[in-house]
C-alpha cells in the first residue's frame, strides 16, 4: 500500500504518514463514494476497519445500491475526515483527512467475513465482544461485507490556531 502525496495541490498542509496510518485505523466512520448503475457519482457515509495492512472492511445488508454499483463498477474512493475546528472569526477551518484509492470485492468467503465482523466488534464493540459474536453469528446470514483493497492514500490537514 503507497502513501503517497505527490499529486496534493497544496504541498504546504501535507499530513505526516504516521497521522494517516492513526487517522484510518481509529477513524470512526468514512464516506464511501461509487458511481452507481447509471453512472451518476454515489457517496454513502458508512462505519469501517482497516485490518493493519492493505485492506478496509464495511459491512451491509446482502442487497441494494451499494453492492448493484460495486457490481457494474468496483473502483472506489474513501475518505476518513480527523480532527475539525471551525475558526469563526478567521473565516476558516482546521482540518485533517485522508482520502484512499481502492477496489471494492464483494462474494467474500464466510470466513474472512467472520473475520471482518471480529474486527468491527474490536473497534467499535471491545467490552461487549462475547454478545457482540452471538448477534453476528445469529445474523450472518443477512449481514455482507465489502472489502476495500486499498491501492493508495493521501492525506491532507489545516492546521489553525
Not at 503517497?4 to 470512526?28: C, F, S
Amino acid at each position: 500500500m503507497i502513501y503517497d502525496n505527490t499529486m496534493v495541490r497544496r504541498q504546504d498542509r501535507l499530513l505526516d504518514e504516521p497521522r494517516a496510518w492513526e487517522l484510518l485505523q481509529k477513524g470512526e466512520y468514512g464516506l464511501l463514494s461509487l458511481v452507481d448503475l447509471q453512472g451518476n457519482p454515489y457517496g454513502i457515509p458508512i462505519n469501517y476497519v482497516w485490518d493493519g495492512h492493505d485492506h478496509i472492511y464495511l459491512h451491509c445488508a446482502p442487497e441494494g445500491k451499494k453492492l448493484n454499483s460495486i457490481k457494474l463498477h468496483r473502483e472506489a474512493s474513501f475518505c476518513v475526515v480527523g480532527r475539525t475546528h471551525v475558526v469563526s472569526g478567521k473565516f476558516t477551518t482546521g482540518y485533517e483527512s485522508i482520502v484512499v484509492k481502492c477496489r471494492a470485492q464483494i462474494g467474500l468467503t464466510a470466513d474472512e467475513r467472520r473475520h471482518a465482523l471480529r474486527l468491527f466488534l474490536d473497534k467499535y464493540s471491545p467490552d461487549d465482544k462475547e454478545v457482540g459474536l452471538k448477534y453476528a453469528e445469529k445474523s450472518f446470514h443477512r449481514t455482507e461485507i465489502i472489502r476495500l483493497d486499498i491501492q493508495e492514500f493521501s492525506g491532507k490537514q489545516k492546521k489553525v490556531d
